[in-house]
């Protein structure tokens, strides 16, 4: 991954935070965190991964989803760029696959 993917990741995360907690979308009850993004090398895509506390993810997605251009126009306002990313967002499972993992191995371990 280049540089330039590396920062533009960073700088998407950091806006999507940001608007996701000044401005969180009608029906979003619980705590939604952006955990990763992933552009594209050529910067045209980017997935956005996030997980939710309290509200069960696949609502949020469709949320996520039906405010999409809302949030794909912060973007739009605030990357300085000649193309934005479009964005597509992805729940995030793998805090609950290692609560999983490590619920087995307490079990294995007899704890």
Known sequence: MSTRQ????????????????????????GLVTVTAVDVSGDLEHAKIFFSSLGQDPQDVLEILKKNIYEIQGVLYNKLE???????????DSSGEYAEYISKVLKKLHGD
Do not use: W
């Open 6 to 29: 590396e920062k533009v990741n960073s700088l998407i995360q950091q806006l999507i935070s940001q608007h996701l907690v000044e401005d969180k979308p009608e029906g979003i009850t």
């Open 81 to 91: 760029m000649k193309k934005v990313p479009r964005i597509a967002f992805i729940s």
